[in-house]
């Protein structure tokens, strides 16, 4: 008999509850879907089958970001300041919704319109013990560098203490889901509704890329993103994921110019 496989990142939370283990537990186990967990599951069901999705996805050296939070880490005037990789995607997002406004959509079934919004309402989806959630950052396209990385972590703080508000669970207009941390690469995920794209971040891992005909290590990361075709093109979705890929790949002088 094989021996699971178990660490730190081993866990036996499911569907927003803790389960038994494999020897322990019932040989079927009935779980009630409520609360969060069911709003999340209609929801995603509503979304799945009634936007039609499409994605494109990218690899990217992201070596300079990596250098460049490692710098920025050590500044003195950001002590006590949590920067990571989804602070700088953040930033790439809501640079991207301003080049590109069509991404900032969501397709009105009733009306037939396409609502195409200038405000940034950034939605992070957020692993919690009550199943999935994801609260948004209000007005993110305005926020500088320290500005995103504080409202990020306040966000996450919050979804994971359960004090988020149900102001910060509407309105979403653009969403970033971080599967990095979980050791994943990539993933393909299904639009919140109401929004017209999202972004996957897998984890930045080193392997072998190509600089000047020279084979050599980076920084790699995939990003992923699930649009909605009734108003967001291949066209416009690849310009948006390649440029959010530019960003990643030196972040610096975006985040100077802003």
Partial sequence: MSTPIT????TSRFVGREIESWSSGPKEERIA???????M?????????????????VRVD???????????????????VRLSPLTITALAVCDAARNF???????DAEAHEVIVRRSVNLGIAAATDRGLIVPNIKGADQLDLVA??????????????????????????LTITNVGPFGVDAAMPILPPGTG???????????????????????VVELAMSFD?????????????????????DPAPAIIVG
């Fill in 148 to 173: 995103m990385a504080s409202a990020l972590n306040l966000l996450v703080e919050k979804a994971r203490a359960g004090t988020t508000t149900p102001n910060e669970m509407i309105g979403t207009t």
């Fill in 62 to 80: 992201a070596t300079r970001t990596v250098e460049l939070l490692e710098s920025l880490k050590k500044h003195p005037g950001l002590a006590g």
């Fill in 7 to 10: 660490g730190p990142t081993t």
């Fill in 229 to 249: 075709h009734r108003q967001i093109d291949g066209a416009m979705a690849s310009a948006v994921l390649a440029h959010m890929g530019r960003f990643l790949s």
């Fill in 101 to 107: 406004p069509g991404i900032n959509s969501s397709f």
């Fill in 41 to 57: 599951s209609e929801a995603m069901v509503q979304s799945a089958f009634s936007a039609p999705h499409a994605v494109v996805w």
């Fill in 33 to 39: 879907v409520k609360g969060v967990l069911r709003s």
């Fill in 197 to 219: 794209a999202i972004l996957a971040i897998g984890q930045i891992a080193k392997a072998p890329w190509v600089v000047n005909d020279e084979v050599v290590v980076r920084h």
